[in-house]
């Protein structure tokens, strides 16, 4: 297993258009983060699937935000209707159940809304 | 609900000198506290994760320490190497529920040659 994968690595759109972002995370990990990090900051939580069940949505996820977990296995995170304030880093992570284990990140995709 | 600082914000020293990173987080009810590295534009590497019950951890030049009741955890990096320069985060997982992250914004880190 080669870590948490997360496709694209670099995405430029124009304001109004929807993109869809994949993360693929340690195969036996059952809990799957994502998160958004902006210039400057530590990265903010958004959502969590334990398994296939999106079980925790932040206040920051807006109804322009739709995220899924189809058979517990990789996740898409789609936001519809791009604003120029989603320009971010979007980072997902897994763990297994037991979080003693500790948290493994993938590379991000770096969003820029022009 | 638990807040996570790290101070100073960005921090610059020559190569060669021993440095020491701090965090601190407001709810010391926690699992345990995992310290990552980001290079520019680039994902998130664990350095080391401390349990709770531990008080240190080391990884080669890296060692971290913590103090649960004072809520504070240190990274002290031995003899420093332009290699090092990075943001360094803390972060801790909430408890109950999804236990997820909360991070500090960082320390920027730059050990110039």
């Known amino acids: 297993d080669t870590g948490v994968s997360q496709d694209p690595r670099h995405k430029i759109t124009k304001r109004g258009q929807n993109v869809t972002f994949r993360c693929d995370p340690i195969?036996?990990?059952?809990?799957l983060y994502w998160y958004r990090q902006t210039l400057g900051q530590g990265p903010e939580f958004l959502t969590y699937?334990?398994?296939?069940?999106?079980?925790?949505k932040s206040r920051l996820l807006s109804d322009r935000f739709s995220a899924e977990r189809p058979k517990g296995s990789f996740s898409t995170l789609e936001i519809q209707r791009t604003e120029q304030g989603d320009s971010a880093m979007y980072l997902c992570?897994?763990?297994?159940?037991?979080?003693?284990?500790?948290?493994?990140f993938g590379s991000g995709t770096r969003l820029t809304v022009v | 609900k638990q807040e996570v600082t790290q101070i100073p914000a960005a921090l610059s020293v020559p190569e060669g000198e021993n440095l020491v990173l701090n965090c601190s987080f407001t709810?010391?009810?926690?699992?345990?506290l995992q310290w990552f590295r980001q290079d520019p534009g680039k994902g998130l590497t664990s350095l080391l994760l401390?349990?709770?019950?531990?008080r240190e951890q080391t990884s080669g030049r890296l060692n971290a320490s913590l103090d649960k009741s004072s809520g504070r955890s240190t990274l002290y990096i031995a003899a420093s190497q332009p290699g090092d320069s990075a943001t360094y985060l803390c972060?801790?997982?909430?408890?109950?529920?999804?236990?997820?992250?909360?991070f500090g914004k960082g320390m920027k880190l730059t050990v110039n040659p």
């Open positions: 401390i349990q709770s019950s531990q």
């Open positions: 195969s036996e990990h059952n809990r």
């Open positions: 992570a897994s763990s297994p159940w037991e979080v003693s284990y500790g948290y493994t």
């Open positions: 699937f334990q398994n296939e069940a999106q079980l925790e």
């Open positions: 972060a801790v997982p909430t408890q109950g529920g999804s236990e997820k992250l909360v």
């Open positions: 709810d010391s009810a926690i699992y345990n």
